[in-house]
């Protein structure tokens, strides 16, 4: 530790102060004009303002209390990201129980944006307070948070990184916009050319049915029992656009294949489709080994002497034909599209001696923006490292 710096507890040096939420079944303890918090907004950084609203009767009767302005926020639970997030608090506000805020008792000697600096700068380590393996869904808890130690270098110190750290990451957040920018742009691309191509299609193109020359093979209904390994078991959650993802990995029993698989048989190259949740994604399948397909996919088995399968995912995956899809969709929650629908959806299609040449332009279109992409993503995950490393140097000393 640096000359000058010491190392603090959070409950040492800092308020805690957790919220509630009122009961739902008195509406009039909603739509006031407290701001009221939830786990969704930690991910603003900078909370200025919140779509929660609550009444001074919600307050009233609650454990929702007004925070401190320029608390250091951080999400104790929540789905997927958000456990372990932080972010500064710039207006007056109460909160649920699933944030808590954190304020130093004397700023003094902590500022609030040197402590927001720190915190930010140790997710995974602050994911792990509650698990070694990061799996486990426990949120963390008032008493673990005031365990964490922070350093507390002199409050001009605390200043010089806070000025130095404002100044890095406006760049660096510039620079992430712009790599975001140009990763939608690149997407956007593909798919206007993709759209073009089967929007102004051209001499001898047809509008015929999807089942036109293509065998529906369903698998719909119900999902065969799951064992550690085995043969491979595709579901609705391997099936992205235009790609079939390994993960999640799951099996089924070698034995049960030829009981499961009596519909029909898929083979290399056919065209998968996502009835729901998620609607209309598209891919092929990628191999001609044995595997099992669960619920929510129909396979799309085409007569390949006429209908060439990769020109099928294309057009399925252009704006004209999803747009088509989704309008025949049916659900009020979890949209979905009949099997019968879906036969009758129109595919534009080209004579079978063009469909070659469109195929071979969407897939360097395809692979041209994937090389984009991966250039893009690069570029954010360096990014991402330079702010870590940041970080680190700042609370080393080292800044």
């Known amino acids: 530790m640096k000359d000058g710096w010491e190392t603090k507890r959070l409950g040492e040096v800092c308020h805690l102060m957790t919220g509630g ?9 909603f739509g006031g004009n407290i701001k009221w918090l ?12 919140c779509d929660g609203r609550i009444t001074e009767a919600g307050v009233r009767n609650s454990n929702a209390r007004l925070l401190p302005i320029n608390s250091v926020m951080i999400a104790l639970n929540g789905q997927g990201k958000t456990r372990g997030t932080v ?48 799996k486990d869904r426990r949120g963390l808890n008032m008493g673990l ?99 079939l993802q390994q993960e999640p990995e799951e099996f089924v029993a070698p034995d049960t294949y030829n009981t499961w698989m009596t519909r029909g048989i898929p083979k290399k190259g056919d065209v998968l489709f996502t009835t729901e949740a998620p609607l209309g994604f598209v891919c092929q399948l990628d191999t001609d080994e044995k595997v099992v397909f669960a619920q929510r ?15 099928l995912k294309w057009a399925m995956i252009s704006s004209v034909v999803q747009s088509r899809i989704h309008a025949c969709a049916t659900g009020a929650t979890a949209q979905g599209i009949k ?50 490393s940041l970080l680190n140097e700042a609370f080393t000393g080292n800044l």
């Open 21 to 29: 939420t009122p009961s739902r079944k008195v509406p009039e303890y």
């Open 38 to 49: 939830v786990s969704g907004d930690i991910h603003k950084q900078e909370i200025c303002d």
């Open 87 to 134: 972010a500064l608090l710039r207006t007056e506000a109460t909160c649920n129980q699933s944030l808590v805020s954190i304020y130093p008792k004397d700023t003094t000697r902590l500022l609030p944006e040197f402590l927001y600096f720190n915190l930010n700068g140790r997710y995974e380590e602050l994911r792990r307070m509650t698990s070694d393996d990061d």
């Open 145 to 243: 948070i005031r365990t964490i130690e922070v350093p507390l270098p002199p409050l001009p110190e605390q200043k010089r990184i806070v000025a130095k750290l404002d100044e890095a990451f406006e760049g660096l957040a510039t620079a992430k916009a712009n790599a975001e920018k140009n990763l939608k742009n690149a997407r956007a691309i593909f798919e206007s050319e993709l759209n073009e191509i089967f929007t102004k299609k051209g001499d001898g193109w047809e509008e015929l049915p999807l089942e036109t020359d293509t065998r529906f093979i369903d698998y719909r209904g119900k999902t065969p029992i799951k064992i550690t390994e085995g043969l491979r078991l595709i579901t609705a959650k391997n099936v992205r656009m235009g790609v």
């Open 297 to 311: 996919i129909i396979i799309l088995q085409t007569n390949r002497a006429v209908l060439d399968p990769t020109f």
């Open 339 to 388: 099997a019968s629908l879906l036969k009758r959806v129109m595919i534009p299609r080209a004579p079978y001696a063009e469909q070659k040449s469109i195929v071979t332009k969407c897939d360097e279109l395809s692979e041209e923006t994937g090389r984009l992409g991966l250039v893009y993503k690069r570029k954010l995950s360096d990014l991402d490292a330079l702010k870590k």
